[in-house]
Structure formats: structure tokens, C-alpha cells
């Protein structure tokens, strides 16, 4: 099975093999937040449980703020606790932050953008930075990996063949687009000469959620620096280690400090602090629907900052009778809602299969099952579902599980914490069979390992539902038939639409939703537009 998360299809060759980025650590380093030596990634790869179990236990946790190129408690000095998932011990305390700590980071992040140590940097040098950037987000795969894992319960092998590579590669595409970033001269009369510059916006404030905590600061941060704005990260609460390791590492690279800062806290606090500012030009969002309404309420309070969002997703999967390999459909249905816990925006929760091979590819989906995903200690490299972030997103998902049984769905497997896991916050993969489109487990994004399957008897009919959604993120359509294909690919509302596979794309994928999954782009060359704006000169000549 090759990594395929979030849209990033990583072709490794093998998936537990060393991949390409296995050569891209040539020596050992100092790991600067633990003081320990790094491994190479061929190590990396050859680690145990009992070897990553050591590893873990000789990381240490930076939980300040990042302030100037500086790590810096709140100023009020509180903390809070943060958990690891899998134990239900805590971890480390990390710094709550109020808006006397975000008043600090944006005053630093100003002056940093004003000064144009970064923003007026040649092109190239920018460039340089951002490369030596993803190049030590690659040599230090082991802590980046830890320190999510630990954080908030991915399986460790998912951090190093797609977390990791996948955010270095976010730092690499943006570099490559610094200098493809051209003004315009218009065509004036004689008497009259115009040209368009495109200029940074200023101090961008990327909030971002704990299901991918590195790979979605990358697909914020990344954007915002090449395009030459300087950055506030306020990673959510349950995620907040990779964080200060991003912004120590941008120092090492080349990076002048206060370019790029984080603020760690609460979202209600840090995080309203920061959205309301009157100093933020633009926020940067991506999480749940019901907070990304919030920030762009607090934008008109405040500023009217430029708010661009990325929320969640009930995502429908449309299984066709024609449907080329009905295994392959079947693999790519199971990895498309158990991958990363059912944490995943785009989870392919709504399972839509043509009522002719119903039966069948439930017999599969429940034979495929069995393997696929066993809950584990995500530490242990064979394991390849871990637990859910926290234990209340645990309840949440165990309420959804109990509401489905409810309403009258029939629960063919799982539905319950796995057995000798009590400790954890574990669900076990769940499939719903009997599903209706207006029962709660069709409708709310659960954010966990829970499948519903509804059959339909003609595309109309699957599109109809399909659609029957306030989510438009992503959908895919498995179908032999050209038209077929087109046809859905025309009339889902979704801003992802695959045909005949699941979560493939790279880094010129536009990623981002229809309707209230949000109103942004991640990835791709126009969300770097999204971090510029337009000024037209006009020069009279006379
Ligand atoms: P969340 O909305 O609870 O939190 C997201 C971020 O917002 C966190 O940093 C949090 O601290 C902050 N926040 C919370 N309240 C705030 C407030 N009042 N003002 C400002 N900031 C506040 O989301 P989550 O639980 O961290 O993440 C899960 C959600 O993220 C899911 O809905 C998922 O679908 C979505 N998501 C979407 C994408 C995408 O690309 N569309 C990707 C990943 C996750």
C-alpha cells in the first residue's frame, strides 16, 4: 500500500521501503530540540517499537511561543496539559497564550515585513532559504514524526513516507513559484503608462487543526512566506510540538527571524485573539466548519482581513456496477475512510455503491477490513491505525456510532473501543450497512473510523445524494464508462473530484471546497496568488 494522504500521492516505490528522501539525509545532525544526534532515514526505516519506544522517550517538548526567533513563555506564564492519545498520560505542558502574546508575535511579524529583510529579499535568495528549509524538514523526519505521532495518535510509518515528505515538498513546489510571479505593463493610451505590481499582503496568520499538524501548517505557512509576507502559526491545542520545531528550523535555514512565529494557546483565546487583530492581513484557516464561521465573523468585527478557509467534508464515494477492479474500488474505500483514524477532511465516509453489486462489495469491504487497519501503539511501526486525538473526540465518534444504531442503521462491524486498548483514546473501524442520506452518520462530518453505506440504482440518483450535502470537499466515481465519468466529474459539487482512484494528486492540485467545506485553495500556483495583491501604478507621461 503506497502512502496516499491528503492529496499528496507519494510514489515511494514501497511503502516501507527508503524512499527518495531516504538520500537526502547524508550525515548525522544535532537534533537541537532534544540535543540528541538525528538518524539517517535508512536507520529511520529499520526502527522497531522498542526502537521508537527509546526514541520517544529522549525527545523533549518545546511548548513556548516563538516570538523574533525566540522561544518565549506566555507572558501571563500559564500552561496547559497536553495528553498522548494512546496512554491517556500527560505528555508535556505547553504555553496558553492570551492576546497580550499575540499583540507580541504580530508587532514582531510587522516589523519583520516592514523592514523587508524578507519581503524585499532577492527572489532567489528566498528561494534558497525555502530549499535548505524542506531539505531540514526531511533531516529531521525522526523528531517531526515523534512529535506528531506522540501528539495526537498517527501511525509513526505514516509520519515518515508521507507527513514528512509531503510537508518538505509543500516548502519545495512554493520555493519553485517564487520567481514565476510576474506584474503586467497594460495597454494605455500614448499619454499614459501602466503597470500592475503583485506585492505580498503583510502579516498572515495561519491557524491550523491537529489531524495533519506539520503537513497542514506546511500547506499554509509555505505559500505565505514564498510569496514574501511574514507569518503568526497558531497550530490547534492538541498538536502543538511540530510547530515550534518548524520555526526553530526556518532560523537555521537562513531565515530572518520574526519572519516566521508561533503562537501556541487555545483556539478560543490565542486563536480569537489572533483572527480579531487589527494588525493580521489575511488569515489563513483550516478546521472545522463551525470555527471557520467564527473567523470570518471576527474579520468583519475587526479589520475585514482577508479570510480564506478550509473545513470539513462528508465525502461520497460512488461505486458504479461497471466498476473497473472491484478490489481495487474496495482497497481504495477502506483506506479512504480508516486511513489516519477517519481523521481526514476528505474522508470517504458516504459509501454510494450501485444496489446491483451491494452485497458483494460489502462481502469485500468486511473481508478487506479484517487486515487493513488493526489498532495499535502508534510507536510500533506495523500498526497502522492508531488512537483518536483525545478522548473527547472518542465520545463524540462512540455518539455518532450509538446515534446510527438509533436511527436504524445496521452496524456490521466494530462500533466499540478495541479490546486491551481502554487505555487510549481508540475506536475500532466501523461500517454502517442500511444508511439513508438524512440520518445523522450521513449528514455530520465525524471525523472518525466510520463508514455508511448507501446503495442507489442510477447515477442521477448517486448524484443527487452526492450533492444532498452542506460539504462539497472531495467525491470519486469508480466507472468504466467515459460519459459516466464526466458526467459526475461535471455535476458533483466538490472541489476534488476522482475518477477511478482516491486521494491521488501532488502539489498542482488545487485543494480546497465547494459550499461550506470552504473558500480557499491549498497547494497549487494560485493559492501562492492568494498570498499576493494587485497594485496598479499609473504614470501620466504627458
Ligand atoms: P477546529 O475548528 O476545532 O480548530 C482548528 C483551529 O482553530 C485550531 O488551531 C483551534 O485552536 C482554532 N480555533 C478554535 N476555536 C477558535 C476560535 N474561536 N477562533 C480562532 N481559532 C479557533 O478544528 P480541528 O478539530 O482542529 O480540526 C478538525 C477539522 O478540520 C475537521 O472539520 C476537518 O475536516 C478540518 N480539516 C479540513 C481540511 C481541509 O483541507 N479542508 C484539512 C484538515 C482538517
Known sequence: MKPHLRGIWLDF??????????????????????????????????????????????????????INGEFVPAK?????????????????????????????????????????????????????????YAKLINEHAMEFALLDTLDMGKPIMDMINSDVPGSALTFQYFAETIDKIDGQVTNTAASEFQYILR????????????????????????????????????????????????????????????????????????????????????IAFTGSVEVGKLVLVYAGQSNMKRVTTECGGKTPQIIMADAPDLDRAV?????????NQGEVCNAGSRLLVDQKLHDEFIQRFIEKSKTAFLPGDPLDPATTMGPLVTREQQQRVLGYIEKGKQE?????????????????????????TGVKNEMTIA????????????????????????????????????????????????????GVVWVNCFDHGDMTQPWGGFKQSGNGRDKCFETMLHHTQTKSVWVHLG
Open 443 to 494: 449528514r455530520e462530518e465525524i471525523f472518525g473510523p466510520v463508514a455508511a453505506v448507501m446503495p442507489f440504482r442510477t447515477l442521477e440518483e448517486a448524484i443527487e445524494i452526492a450533492n444532498d450535502s452542506i460539504y462539497g470537499l472531495a467525491a470519486s466515481i469508480w466507472t468504466k464508462d467515459i460519459s459516466t465519468a464526466h458526467k459526475a466529474a461535471r455535476d458533483i459539487d466538490a
Open 408 to 432: 436504524g442503521a445496521k452496524l456490521e462491524f466494530g462500533g466499540a473501543v478495541p479490546e486491551k486498548l481502554e487505555q487510549g483514546a481508540y475506536v475500532a473501524p466501523t461500517l454502517f
Open 199 to 282: 506585492q505580498p499582503l503583510g502579516v498572515v496568520a495561519c491557524i491550523t487543526p491537529w489531524n495533519y499538524p506539520l503537513m497542514m501548517a506546511a500547506w499554509k505557512v509555505a505559500p505565505a512566506l514564498a510569496a514574501g509576507n511574514t507569518v503568526v502559526l497558531k497550530p490547534a491545542e492538541q498538536s502543538p510540538h511540530s510547530a515550534s520545531l518548524m520555526a526553530k528550523l526556518f532560523i537555521e535555514a537562513g531565515g530572518p527571524a520574526g519572519v516566521f512565529n508561533v503562537v501556541q494557546g487555545l483556539g478560543h483565546e490565542a486563536g480569537k485573539a489572533l483572527a480579531l487583530h487589527m494588525d493580521v492581513d489575511k
Open 13 to 66: 516505490g514501497d511503502w516501507t521501503g527508503a524512499g527518495p528522501f531516504a538520500k537526502i539525509v547524508s550525515q548525522s545532525r544535532q537534533n537541537r530540540m532534544g540535543g540528541e544526534n538525528i538518524m539517517l532515514m535508512e536507520d529511520i526505516k529499520k526502527l522497531d517499537r522498542n526502537g521508537w519506544v527509546e526514541q520517544a522517550r529522549k525527545i523533549s517538548f518545546e511548548g513556548r511561543n516563538f
Open 331 to 339: 482497497s481504495y474505500a477502506v483506506n479512504g475512510i480508516y486511513g
Open 76 to 132: 501571563s506564564g500559564k500552561t496547559f496539559e497536553k495528553i498522548n492519545p494512546a496512554s491517556g498520560e500527560v505528555m508535556a505542558t505547553v504555553s496558553r497564550s492570551d492576546g497580550e502574546d499575540v499583540n507580541a508575535a504580530v508587532a514582531a511579524a510587522r516589523k519583520a515585513f516592514k523592514s523587508g529583510v524578507w519581503s524585499r529579499m532577492a527572489p532567489r535568495d528566498r528561494m534558497n532559504v525555502l530549499y535548505r
